[in-house]
């Protein structure tokens, strides 16, 4: 991780994609997942899964945010690799994202590794 | 637009603030923003702030919709000792929307008290949550 990483301007996400020890993709989302950035986190995550990508794991370190909305998107996310053959892990959440999860229901349908 | 600050009554373990906002998504940052504010201010926990920006993000979403629309939306932020108030009319979206399961169970836990009154033409909401002494 880039602990001097630019500052994300507001409204804005950033990622950054790279291969996993695993031989599965692993990409950090960096920012704050709301009604108006999912549409961004959606799009990423489905040019990764329309490039091939099966084992994808999401990378929530820097992922200072996230509502129902964000959620929907992991969920079909999900889905998609799942129809692929391949799986969705999330990975390091920050507590209240993890608190989100939680009580969402969410952490009882994606696997979440810290 | 926001009118901020004002104590009111003399009281001063009170506030009340008022946002003014377009109906859309980028605009509803701002809404937690002031929420987050206002709750540090009279010494909530971080966990609780974070409830309380969870809280007003899923209710804005209400009236804001996936993709905004043309308007403004008000949204009254009070407390009274240590716990915060939200109100807020709006424009309803067309189509209207609903809460998501999410959104249900991540309100029902993180909120005191909620309500949405929701007709064609207007969604207006209200928003309880107050600090818990450890």
Known sequence: MEADADPIPPGQLSFETALSPDGGLRVV????VDVSTAPQLREELDALLSQGARNLTIDLGEMTFIDSTGL?????ALKRARRAGGDVTLSRPTRSARRVFDISGLSEIIPIVD | ???TGRLTGGDED?????????TAPEFVRLARLTAAGLASQIGFTYDEIEDLRIAVDELC???VGPDGHRGTMVLWFSNE??????EARGPAPRPPRELSAFS???LNAVADHHAVISTNDEVRFELRRAHRDE
Not at chain 2, 14 to 22: E, F
Not at chain 2, 81 to 86: A, C, E, H, L
């Open chain 2, 104 to 106: 249900r169970r991540i």
């Open chain 1, 29 to 32: 989302v960096r920012g704050e």
């Open chain 1, 72 to 76: 929907g998107v992991l969920v079909g």
């Open chain 2, 61 to 63: 979403y209400l009236i």
């Open chain 2, 81 to 86: 000792g240590r716990t915060i108030t939200v």
């Open chain 2, 14 to 22: 009170s506030a009340r603030v008022a946002l003014t906002l377009p």
């Open chain 2, 1 to 3: 637009v926001a009118q």
